[in-house]
C-alpha cells in the first residue's frame, strides 16, 4: 500500500485556502454520489426487493441490521489508519471494493430462483457494507480535518441539503416507474430492480473517483497499543456520557424504524408509489429545517438543538400506534402525512447534530479516528441489535393485541368505545417511544463548549416561525400552527429531561 499511496493517495503536510475549498466542492460530488447509490440500493426499494423474493420478518430485520452490525468492522479501519496514516487510500480503495458487489446483486433478480437470490442478497449485501464501514470510518476522519469547525454545521447541513433534493426527485421517479411496471408489464420487474442495482453501484464508483481527488491533510503512524489506544475515549467521563446517550438513543430508534416500511406494504397495504411520496414528505420537511439547524448549531450547540428535535420524533414514533385502530380509518392517511412532516423536520437536526457533537467532541486529528470510531461502534451495536430483536418478535406480537375498551351501560342500549388498540408493530413504536425517553435523559448528562439554554433557542425559533409565516400569507392561524408544536415539545422536554445544577 505504500507505493500506491505514495504515487495515487499522498497527503499534503498542510492544505491551502485553495486545497480546502476544491475538497468541499468535491466533498458535496461525493456526496451525491453516493446518495444516487444509496436511493436505489437501499430504503424502501432494498425492503420492496426483498419482499418479492419472499423474506420472512427476521430476515427484513437481518437486512436492516445489516449496516450498523458491519460497523464493528471499523477496528480493521483503524489498524490500517493507524499502520499507514493514510487515510485517503483506504478510503478510496474500501469504497471500490464496496460497491463492486452491487453490480454482482444486479444479476440476481435475473438469472437464479428467489430462495437463492435472497440468501446472495444477504451476502453480497454484508461485503457491501463490511467494506463501506472501514471506509465510513476513515472519511469520517478525513471530513473533521478537511472541513473548518467554525463552518462545520452549515457545510454539512447545505451538503446533506442537496442530497436530500436529489433523493427526493430520484425516489419519487424510481417509484412511479416500479408501480407501472407492477400494474402494466409485470414481466419487467426483476429488470427494473436489476437497472437499478446497476445505476447505483456504477454511481458509486464514481463516488470513489470523486473522493480520490480530494487532498488529505497529512497524519503519522501511531505505534501505541490499541487496546490502550481504545481505552481512552471510555476515560473521558463526558465522551462516556455521549456513548450512553447514542446506545440507548440507536437501540429505541431502531427496535421501530426498519419496519416502518413493511408496516406500510403489508398491515396497510400501500402500493409502493405511496410509500415513497410519504418519505418525499418528510425529505422535503428535513430539506425546509436543515439549514436552519445547521444555522443554530453553529450559533448554540448541538445539544440544544437535539433537546428539540428528539422529543418531536420520539412523538412521531408513538403516532404509529394510532394509524391503525385496528384498521385503517379516516384519519390514517392524514397523520401518516402529520408524522412524516414532523419526522423529517426532527431528524434533520437530530441527525446533523448527533454527527456535529461527535465530531466535536473528539481531540485533535492524529487520535480522533479513536474517538469517532469508538461512537461508531457504540451504534453499530444498539442499533445492529435492535431490528434483530424486533424481527425475532414481530411473528410473537402479530399473534397477540392489546384492547382498552370503554362500556357504557343504560336503559336505552350499551355503548362501546375502544379506546386503544394495540397489535403487531404496534408494540415496537410503543417500546421505542419508552426506551427513546429514557435516552433522553441521559443527553442531560453531555456537556458541549458553547451550550445554551433550551429556552433562548425556542424563542429565536418562534421569532423565525413567525416572521416566516407573516412572509407565506396573511391568515393568523397559519402564524399559530407553525409555532405552536413546539411551545408543545417544550413542555414534555421540560418535564422528561431534569435539570442538573448550574442548568
Known amino acids: 500500500m505504500d507505493k500506491l499511496s505514495k504515487k495515487w493517495f499522498a497527503p499534503s503536510e498542510e492544505l491551502s485556502e485553495k486545497q480546502v475549498n476544491a475538497g468541499l466542492k468535491l466533498l458535496v460530488k461525493d456526496g451525491l454520489a453516493a446518495e444516487v447509490m444509496a436511493a436505489l440500493t437501499g430504503g424502501t426499494f432494498l425492503v420492496a426487493l426483498a419482499l418479492s423474493l419472499g423474506a420472512s420478518n427476521f430476515q427484513i430485520g437481518l437486512l436492516a441490521a445489516l449496516p450498523t452490525l458491519a460497523n464493528l468492522f471499523q477496528l480493521l479501519a483503524i489498524y490500517l489508519i493507524h499502520k499507514y496514516a493514510n487515510r485517503k487510500a483506504i478510503t478510496v480503495i474500501c469504497s471500490v471494493l464496496a460497491r463492486l458487489p452491487l453490480l454482482l446483486i444486479s444479476l440476481l433478480p435475473l438469472f437464479l430462483p428467489p430462495s437463492l437470490g435472497l440468501v446472495l442478497l444477504i451476502s453480497l449485501l454484508f461485503i457491501h457494507y463490511f467494506f463501506g464501514a472501514v471506509s465510513g470510518t476513515s472519511w469520517s476522519s478525513w471530513a473533521k480535518d478537511l472541513v473548518p469547525e467554525a463552518v462545520l454545521g452549515t457545510f454539512f447541513s447545505g451538503r446533506s441539503r442537496k442530497i436530500q433534493i436529489l433523493s427526493v426527485s430520484l425516489n419519487l421517479v424510481v417509484a412511479f416507474l416500479l408501480d407501472y411496471v407492477k400494474a402494466n408489464r409485470p414481466e419487467y420487474v426483476n429488470l427494473v430492480y436489476s437497472a437499478m442495482f446497476f445505476t447505483g453501484g456504477a454511481a458509486g464508483l464514481y463516488g470513489a473517483y470523486?473522493?480520490?481527488?480530494?487532498?488529505?491533510?497529512?497524519?503519522?503512524?501511531?505505534?501505541?497499543?490499541?487496546?490502550?489506544?481504545?481505552?481512552?475515549?471510555?476515560?473521558?467521563r463526558n465522551f462516556r456520557n455521549l456513548l450512553i446517550f447514542n446506545g440507548f438513543w440507536s437501540f429505541s430508534v431502531n427496535l421501530a424504524a426498519p419496519f416502518f416500511t413493511v408496516y406500510m406494504l403489508k398491515m396497510l397495504g400501500f402500493p409502493l408509489s405511496y410509500v415513497v411520496i410519504f418519505s418525499i414528505i418528510s425529505q422535503v420537511s428535513n430539506i425546509l429545517f436543515i439549514r436552519l439547524w445547521g444555522t443554530y448549531s453553529d450559533r448554540y450547540s448541538n445539544k440544544t438543538v437535539l433537546l428539540i428535535c428528539a422529543p418531536v420524533y420520539l412523538l412521531c414514533i408513538l403516532g404509529w400506534t394510532f394509524t391503525t385502530f385496528p384498521q385503517q380509518h379516516l384519519l390514517t392517511i392524514p397523520l401518516l402525512v402529520l408524522i412524516h412532516i414532523g419526522s423529517g423536520i426532527a431528524l434533520s437536526g437530530i441527525n446533523l447534530s448527533l454527527g456535529n457533537m461527535g465530531l466535536k467532541l473528539a481531540p485533535d486529528k492524529q487520535n480522533a479516528v479513536i474517538f469517532l470510531?469508538?461512537?461508531?461502534?457504540?451504534?453499530?451495536?444498539?442499533?445492529?441489535?435492535?431490528?434483530?430483536v424486533g424481527g425475532l418478535l414481530a411473528d410473537f406480537f402479530a399473534r397477540r393485541e392489546l384492547l382498552w375498551t370503554f362500556e357504557w351501560k343504560s336503559p336505552r342500549g350499551d355503548y362501546m368505545v375502544q379506546a386503544l388498540s394495540l397489535q403487531s408493530w404496534d408494540f415496537f413504536f410503543v417500546l421505542a417511544f419508552i426506551m427513546?425517553?429514557?435516552?433522553?435523559?441521559?443527553?442531560?448528562?453531555?456537556?458541549?463548549?458553547?451550550?445554551?439554554?433550551?429556552?433562548?433557542?425556542?424563542?429565536?425559533?418562534?421569532?423565525?416561525?413567525?416572521?416566516?409565516?407573516?412572509?407565506l400569507s396573511t391568515i393568523s392561524g397559519i402564524q399559530?400552527?407553525?409555532?405552536?408544536?413546539?411551545?408543545?415539545?417544550?413542555?414534555?422536554?421540560?418535564?422528561?429531561?431534569p435539570k442538573k445544577e448550574g442548568d
Open 436 to 471: 427513546g425517553l429514557f435516552a433522553l435523559n441521559r443527553l442531560s448528562y453531555v456537556r458541549e463548549a458553547g451550550e445554551v439554554e433550551k429556552k433562548r433557542l425556542m424563542k429565536e425559533l418562534r421569532t423565525e416561525l413567525r416572521r416566516d409565516a407573516r412572509e
Open 480 to 497: 399559530s400552527m407553525l409555532f405552536l408544536p413546539f411551545s408543545f415539545f417544550v413542555s414534555v422536554m421540560e418535564k422528561v429531561v
Open 373 to 388: 470510531s469508538v461512537r461508531s461502534l457504540t451504534n453499530a451495536l444498539s442499533a445492529g441489535v435492535a431490528p434483530l
Open 210 to 236: 470523486v473522493l480520490a481527488r480530494i487532498p488529505e491533510p497529512r497524519i503519522h503512524p501511531v505505534t501505541q497499543n490499541m487496546v490502550r489506544l481504545f481505552r481512552r475515549p471510555l476515560r473521558q
